[in-house]
Each structure stands twice: as structure tokens, then as C-alpha cells.
């Protein structure tokens, strides 16, 4: 931080009064908002040099050609901490959430959208003139070993998660196929690689682009995909096409006699090619890293993998299409019906691993903090149990700390519990956070879940994150 500081003395020539963290989702960087008086940029903690390094070179390539993205204007001499320039705070997908509520996308929404997509196409078409791809990370091109990766990272980080069952051998050869027919689409230009809502920022109502650091040469059509089939951005259709439409009428800009019928057909691919790759990157940091923002888009994202199937994009690929048909069939990923009761869902979690989202999209209600209650886990005839068990119920009890902790707790959500009821509320969500979510939150969560189930005969879920327990108490 202290390198951040002082990086913005030397380019702006005073102290910084304030540094405030951003949110960085899925990125292991860290980003900061550096700021004195009317002045701002953003600081970025990168452990990766090479992917920096990667991000500057393309940062400066990229505003040379007149396109809408940040400048890096210092760094450090190691290349570990830089300074860009800050495009504030509202996102392409923060600026469209009212119409994904809604499901009404008027004008300003498409305008907005047709403006993203025609941009793009001049992004990866002068983004490519002149650039060196030797300074891309980790590979210069979407080649075939790229491919390959992201296939196997579906296979292991999701595929495998799922518990379907599949050849393997024959899904490698479909994978073989798929990966030559993805190396021989046409055109090829800069691919942006991460192109999607999140890192779209909306700067005096016009979009700029951030976080391109994995961009490479590749087929066009990846881009599209990527941002049109993002999961959680919930575009309709007809809008999906309207907006393909503008995109191939602004890649004709510079590819006059591209024909519209292979273009979709080529892009077709990539879409299911994408979805599996993205459902890789949310098995990961769902199922392994246990980040609740990936788990809830997974079911969002094989809807659009129902969709594909249906539409018969991955008959070429027998072993794949039947594997992928599988995980549709899984009943943890069937459509739920709305909700017309109240279910109060209540987590242990451990504050190292990140609060939990809301699945509900209403915020994420009630989050208690164990951890000054005094903790079992310091002591080693505790270290092996969990809150459920009788040892540590004993001690958390003997010591009574956490009844008193708990009382408070159910004085607060009693309220919200009757009001919700009375209101013909369907969510609510309580999670209890300590240090490794095995003691302390265990025991507060199964205490909360147990008390609002037989005081107001309600369906609570109980999901002990970090311990991979789940409990459905349903009404009597």
C-alpha cells in the first residue's frame, strides 16, 4: 500500500487523504481508490508480474489506438503495484439491472448495448493493427494447447464436481474435434478474452473496458459469445440477435464481404464453447474455493447450456452432447418453481472464505459475528470437532457466552421473521461467520435454524458452508 502512496505523490505531486478498497470478484488482484481532493486514480496490487506486465504493454497499445480504456500512468520498478486511471464506480452490468429485474429493456439500455458491441468489433480489429502478442500472458494466441485447457478445466473443475458419469476417451476425441473447428473460424483479430458486463464501465454514459490483461489473438467470435451468453446478464433472445446483427454490420467496417449465416454458424460454437469453459471457472470457485456468487450462476449458466442443446449445437460431438445432457437432467439444476411461502435460510461460514451471497438477489439479510465469543478451536481436545458436536456444545454452553450472544440474535430476527410473515415475504437469509466456520458459527446456525423451525413452524434451510452440511427443516 505504502508503493500505492507513494506513486501517487510523484505523479500528482501531493499526499493521498483517502485509499478505499474496490471489489475485485474473481480476480486474486487488489484494487484501490487513491484519492486528494478533486484528484483519483485507482491502484492495482498485482503478485503476478507477468500478467501486469501483460496489462500495461496492452493498456498503452490500446489508448495509442484511440480506444476507450484506462492509461497506466506509474509504476513501481518491480512491476508489482501500478496506478491507472479511474472510470469510476457504475459497470455495464450495474447500469442494466433494472432492466434484468424488470425484463423490460428499453432504448437507453439497447443504444447502450449497440454502442458495446460495435466498439468491440474496432477494439479487436485496430487493437490487432500493430500489436506485438509477444507481451500477451500467459500465451500470445488462442491456440490449440489454450483450447485444451479450458475443455480439461470444464472436465475436472466442473464435470467431474457434478458426479455425472462419461467416457473419457471418447469425450477427448470430441474434444479434438471441437478444438480444430474453434482454430478455423474466421476472422481472427485482438480477443479481448474476458469480455463481459462486469468489466464494461460506464464513464458520461459511454462505455470503456478494463481487465483485458489475458487478451490474445484469436477468432472474434469468442468476444461475442462471452459477453451476449455471460450468465448472470440475462439478455432475452430476440435481443441477442438484434444486437449479433449490429456487431457483424460494424465487423463489415473492415471485412466487407463476411457472410452473416457463417458467422453464426462459427459462433454457435464458441457459445457452447464458452459456456463450458465458464462453468469450469464457476466449478472451481464454487465448488473448490467455495465462493457463493459462482455457485448461484452456475444454474443460470447451464439454462443457457439447456438452450444450446436444445438447439442442436453440439449433435457433431455424440460423447458431449449426451454427457452434457446428463448434467442438464441433474435435479440440482431443474428450474425451481417461485416461492409462495417464507423460507428463512441460514449459513455457518468462516470469515476467510467471504460472507455469503443471497441467491434470493435481496441482499443477504442478517450476518452475525462470532468471533468474539470465546472459541473452542483454541484448544486441542476441541480442534477435531465441529459445533455439532456434544464436547464443543458443552463448553460454548458451560461458558455461556454464546447464549447471550444467541438471544440477541433471536430478538432481532424474531422481528424481521413476524413482519416477513405478516407481509407474505418469501426469503430471508441469517448467516453466523467466525474464524474457520467450524465451532462457534456451527453451533449459533443449527441453534438459529432449530429455534425459527419450532417457534414458527416455517421452512428453514440450514447450510453449514465450510463443513459442506445442508439441512432442509420443512413446516409440520
Known sequence: MEVLKRLYTEYYGVQPTMVVPLTAAGSARQYFRIQAGGTSLVGVIGESIEENRAFIALSQHLANAGLPVPRVVATSDDMSRYLQTDLGNTSLYDALTPCRKSGEWDNEAYNLLVTTMRLLARMQVDGDCGLDYSVCYPTPSFDLRSIMFDLNYFKYCFLKATGVAFHEEHLQDDFERMASHLLAAEPAGFMYRDFQSRNIMIVDGKPHFIDFQGGRHGAVHYDVASFLWQARAQYPASLRDRLIDEYVDALRTYYPCIDDHT????????????????????????????????????????????????????????????????????????????????????????????????????????????????????????????????????????????????????????????????????????????????????????AMAEHLHKKYNIEVLLIHRERDITKLYTPQ
Do not use: W
Open 263 to 446: 458467422f453464426r454458424q462459427e459462433l454457435n460454437l464458441f457459445i457452447l464453447f464458452r459456456t463450458m469453459q465458464v462453468l469450469g471457472a464457476y466449478g472451481f470457485r464454487g465448488y473448490f474455493e467455495r465462493k457463493d456468487l459462482f455457485l448461484q450462476s452456475i444454474n443460470q449458466a447451464v439454462e443457457n447450456l439447456r438452450q444450446l442443446l436444445a438447439d442442436g449445437i453440439a449433435a457433431p460431438y455424440p460423447t458431449l452432447q449426451a454427457t452434457l445432457q446428463a448434467v442438464c437432467d441433474l435435479s440440482c439444476y431443474q428450474p425451481s418453481e417461485p416461492r409462495t411461502t417464507l423460507r428463512v435460510t441460514v449459513y455457518s461460514f468462516s470469515y476467510k472464505k467471504s460472507i455469503p451471497s443471497d441467491n434470493s438477489g435481496n441482499g443477504g439479510g442478517f450476518v452475525f459475528d462470532c468471533r468474539a465469543v470465546h472459541n473452542p478451536g483454541r484448544y486441542d481436545e476441541y480442534k477435531s470437532l465441529t459445533g455439532m458436536d456434544a464436547p464443543v456444545i458443552e463448553f460454548l454452553e458451560r461458558d455461556g457466552e454464546i447464549l447471550t450472544f444467541l438471544d440477541h440474535a433471536y430478538a432481532l430476527v424474531d422481528a424481521s421473521v413476524e413482519r416477513y410473515l405478516r407481509r407474505g415475504f418469501t426469503s430471508l437469509q441469517v448467516s453466523f461467520g467466525c474464524t474457520g466456520g467450524q465451532h462457534r458459527s456451527v453451533y449459533s446456525a443449527q
